[in-house]
């Protein structure tokens, strides 16, 4: 609309008053704030190559405008291990951005509060202003002409990438691989907008995200924390991850009592379910221990359930608490750069399972299993794991998502598909 400042928005909205089936979940007690970004400066781009690159001097933010925003493609974890991916991809394997204004909502108080750069358009903070009392966002309207496309490994092609990963287990190659597969819609009328507001609103979970890329939006609604770093009252940082592992599937809309009656007891003693978690769990803690502190990482809150997405969702998973603190000699982004890709959507040992991800899989993963993130300086930062993610391009109508499952010994075939079909309802029922 002519006079309104471009917008990107990027951040967690997390729900103020959960619905009443809603339960505790590995980030109920961390909630931070959400936030809406005005304008970015220049075009934004920014390389993310660590502490080596001098040119990239940290500055702390002294203000919610100093906050970047932006994701990490899962693309762009595969050079460091030596892969070279030539599968056609979208999407840029990694954008930071720092903007002219910056709205931050704060779930504890319902406090919306404006920041603007001094060096933004003079008028900047009453469009904004005036943007963000325009009223209630429309409600979503799924198109009428959506048409699903094939996925990249149909039923057939997915389970016998599991038996192929099976395979590699038994060879001794892997011990746990994350194997997934692309879905697609033809929806030209989608607004992806709306469609974030939707799934905030049907699927609560505490790491949404939309962010604009040219024609493109990236729309995320993950349930997972990558790494979270904070440093309260100027003290050590401290580290904290979130691996989740551990899948049950249950009817969509089961009742409280019913919820409370035994499934999350049921996923918690599974062996199969466990060990999942438990192989990943030591592969964070390796990941993140060259970055914190010697005899500073440990595990809490270890097989933890928690039920995906409220009422309308038909999951209950697992996840621990993988803590530790960040050496002084190092910033979040080492750490960032040093554990990605996250080892819950990769496996163990990471380096050759990455290989045998990038030889089963015939398309390009771009966000799906990146990260989303906001970081204000060296030692703040809070990134998600880009699960229940996807993307959608204006010029094409296309909205492809990805979904996948960790594979074990003892995994079945076709009980996998099944948990990566109910993994991908988010996207797919936008147009049921």
Request: glycine fraction near 10%; aromatic fraction near 6%; hydrophobic fraction near 40%.
């Amino acid at each position: 609309m002519p006079g309104r400042p471009r917008i990107r928005r990027h951040g967690w909205p997390h729900v103020r008053r959960p619905p009443p089936d809603h339960e505790p979940g590995p980030h109920t007690d961390a909630a931070l704030a959400s936030f809406l970004g005005f304008s970015p400066p220049g075009d934004g781009r920014a390389t993310a190559r660590g502490r080596h690159d001098a040119s990239l001097p940290w500055q702390p933010a002294r203000a919610d405008h100093d906050i970047a925003l932006g994701f990490l493609a899962y693309t762009y974890g595969l050079p460091r291990f030596g892969i070279r991916s030539a599968k056609p991809r979208v999407l840029p394997h990694a954008l930071l951005r720092r903007y002219h204004g910056m709205a931050r909502w704060n779930p504890a108080t319902g406090a919306l509060t404006l920041s603007v750069h001094p060096d933004a358009p003079p008028d900047l903070a009453a469009r904004c202003a005036r943007l963000l009392a325009d009223g209630p966002a429309p409600a979503f309207t799924a198109p009428t002409d959506c048409i699903a496309l094939p996925p990249s490994l149909d039923r057939a092609g997915y389970t016998a990438g599991v038996r192929e990963v099976l395979r590699r287990i038994r060879a001794g190659d892997t011990y746990q691989c994350n194997l997934s597969t692309r879905f697609g819609l033809h929806a030209p009328g989608l607004d992806p907008a709306a469609l974030s507001l939707h799934l905030w609103r049907t699927r609560p979970a505490p790491f949404h995200g939309l962010f604009r890329v040219g024609a493109r939006h990236v729309v995320s609604a993950s349930p997972e924390r990558f790494l979270r770093v904070d440093a309260p009252g100027g003290g050590p940082a401290r580290v904290l991850s979130q691996p989740i592992k551990g899948t049950l599937a249950f009817g969509p809309g089961t009742p409280h009592p019913v919820w409370h009656s035994g499934l999350p007891g049921l996923l918690a003693a599974t062996p199969k379910e466990r060990a999942e978690l438990s192989m990943i769990v030591d592969l964070v803690r390796n990941d993140i221990s060259a970055d914190c502190a010697y005899g500073s990482v440990a595990v809490a809150r270890h097989c933890a359930t928690f039920r995906v997405g409220g009422a309308a969702s038909g999951l209950v998973q697992m996840y621990s608490d993988v803590t530790g603190t960040l050496r002084p000699d190092r910033t979040c982004l080492d750490l960032l750069l040093s554990a990605f890709p996250g080892g819950s959507v990769t496996g163990c040992p990471k380096r050759r399972t990455l290989e045998i991800i990038e030889a089963g899989e015939p398309h390009s993963r771009e966000v799906y299993c990146g990260s989303l993130l906001a970081m204000a300086d060296a030692r703040a930062m809070d990134a998600s794991i880009a699960i229940r993610t996807g993307w959608h391009d204006a010029a094409t109508g296309r909205l492809e998502h990805c979904a996948g499952s960790g594979i074990v010994v003892d995994s079945d075939p076709e009980s996998e598909y099944e948990e990566t079909w109910a993994k991908g309802a988010n996207f797919r029922e936008v147009c049921a």
